[in-house]
T-cell receptor, first 109, second 112 residues
Framework: KNEVEQSPQNLTAQEGEFITINCSYS?????LHWLQQHPGGGIVSLFM?????KKHGRLIATINIQEKHSSLHITASHPRDSAVYIC???????????WGAGTKLIIKP | EAGVVQSPRYKIIEKKQPVAFWCNPI?????LYWYRQNLGQGPELLIR????????DSQLPKDRFSAERLKGVDSTLKIQPAELGDSAVYLC??????????FGPGTRLTVT
């Protein structure tokens, strides 16, 4: 069993739809990253959070430490949001970054 | 403020040739990471530096890979000799201690 699991693996939606990507983890963590990677592009850190909720523009990330679960939401999705979204946790015992497999999001116009 | 800088962005070499990648982290970031990302997979940590000290190099294939961060600022990752299986994107990231990691654009290596 992977220590960080994301769902769904692939998601195709129409422009304007509300998008939710989920991340569950099984290890103790000090923080959780949500990252974005465009095809052929580098990785961009969207959020790092250890509790509660963060918002940046149309992106919202939440985390529930007790349930070991985080969600990334995109409101009013746009084709330029098409990318792979990766959840990664910083393990609290050794500060290693453990990566989820990523969610490939395609937003159709 | 400049982000993490990597060069070159792309490199094509023949197998058995040497290759080197360079990374300049964000100013003030004491922790530097080198990752390798194969197509369709998540990044795999190769080595992590705290200042000039390599504190985690357990995943670095030491027979052909080497890295250095002599003055605790920029870093070089070398492969000698390169093999076909080394084709991947090599990512550099930096952070202040163990806080949020910022990634460079990566170097896409193709070994033919």
């Amino acid at each position: 069993k992977n220590e960080v699991e994301q769902s769904p693996q692939n998601l195709t939606a129409q422009e304007g739809e509300f998008i939710t990507i989920n991340c569950s983890y099984s290890v103790g963590i000090s923080a959780l990253h949500w990252l974005q990677q465009h095809p052929g592009g580098g990785i961009v850190s969207l959020f790092m959070l250890s509790s509660g909720k963060k918002k940046h523009g149309r992106l919202i990330a939440t985390i529930n430490i007790q349930e070991k679960h985080s969600s990334l939401h995109i409101t009013a999705s746009h084709p330029r949001d098409s990318a792979v979204y990766i959840c990664a946790v910083i393990e609290d015992s050794n500060y290693q970054l453990i990566w989820g497999a990523g969610t490939k999001l395609i937003i159709k116009p | 403020e400049a982000g993490v800088v990597q060069s070159p962005r792309y490199k094509i070499i023949e197998k058995k040739q040497p290759v080197a990648f360079w990374c300049n982290p964000i100013s003030g970031h004491n922790t530097l990471y080198w990752y390798r990302q194969n197509l369709g997979q998540g990044p795999e940590l190769l080595i992590r530096y705290e200042n000039e000290e390599a504190v985690d190099d357990s995943q670095l294939p030491k027979d052909r890979f080497s890295a250095e961060r002599l003055k605790g600022v920029d870093s070089t990752l070398k492969i000698q000799p390169a093999e076909l299986g080394d084709s991947a994107v090599y990512l550099c990231a930096s952070s202040f201690d163990f806080y949020e990691q910022y990634f460079g654009p990566g170097t896409r290596l193709t070994v033919t």
